[in-house]
């Protein structure tokens, strides 16, 4: 079992930055996939982004140049650079995590991960 732990959202103006981090902890032995994903109200779940643990990174188009997602793997952390937030950013974000023996693994597929981590409200006001 892995137990992922997000922080650092919160009430942000527009054009302001947020750092997200969700921390694993358990079974950090595998290896993992990591992604992030946010809901809005009254909306689905959408993918943001994603890195593997070679440190290959997929973003989503609507937060290219402004989002940035790494990690620690020493650290079993991942990060969510969020800059130029804007209003359509308000959502509650979560990560997620898919181990690397999982071969059906893909970076937008919210069913390809194993695990998840409680979301953390990102609120960006104009």
């Known amino acids: 079992q892995v137990q992922l732990v997000v922080s650092g959202g919160g009430l942000v103006q527009a054009g302001a930055s947020l750092t997200l981090s969700c921390a694993a902890s358990?079974?950090?032995?595998?290896?993992?996939?990591m992604g992030w994903f946010r809901q809005a109200p009254g909306k689905e779940r959408e993918f943001v982004a994603a890195i593997t643990w070679t440190s290959r990174t997929y973003v989503a188009d609507f937060v290219k140049g402004r989002f940035t997602v790494s990690s620690d793997n020493a650290r079993s952390t991942m990060y969510l650079q969020m800059n130029n937030l804007e209003p359509e950013d308000t959502a509650v974000y979560s990560c997620?995590?898919?181990?690397?023996?999982?071969?059906?693994?893909?970076?937008?597929?919210?069913?390809?991960?194993?695990?998840w981590g409680q979301g953390t409200q990102v609120t960006v006001s104009s």
């Open positions: 358990g079974r950090t032995s595998f290896n993992y996939n």
């Open positions: 997620a995590a898919s181990p690397t023996f999982a071969f059906n693994w893909s970076p937008q597929d919210a069913d390809t991960y194993t695990y």
